[in-house]
C-alpha cells in the first residue's frame, strides 16, 4: 500500500532523513512553526539514509542535487534539495 508520511526536519544546511526506499517527496512547508517535508511511500519497504541541503535564494550547492520544492519562513525563502551525491 502506498501512503503519504510527513517527515519533520531540521532547518539546516545538510540533513538526513531515515526514509522507507523509493519514498518520493512531494512538498515541504511550515507546520506549527516546525519544517515538515510530506513523501510518498511504501511503509512496507525497508529505511535507507537520504540526504537533503537546505539553500537560500542565490547560495551555492555542491554535488549532484534534485531540486524538490521551495518554501517560505517569514520572509526567508528557503530551497530543499535531495543530495545524491557529494562528488
Not at 59 to 85: A, C, I, N, P
Amino acid at each position: 500500500m502506498i501512503v503519504v508520511w510527513k517527515f519533520e526536519f531540521p532547518l539546516a544546511n545538510e540533513f538526513v532523513l531515515q526514509m522507507p526506499i523509493g519514498a518520493r517527496p512531494v512538498t515541504a512547508v511550515f507546520q506549527n512553526g516546525r519544517p515538515c517535508m510530506w513523501a510518498i511511500v511504501n511503509p512496507d519497504e525497508s529505511t535507507e539514509d537520504r540526504f537533503f541541503a537546505i539553500r537560500g535564494t542565490g547560495k551555492g550547492l555542491s554535488g549532484k542535487s534534485s531540486y524538490l520544492t521551495t518554501f517560505l519562513d517569514g520572509s526567508f525563502v528557503w530551497h530543499l534539495f535531495e543530495v545524491r551525491s557529494t562528488e
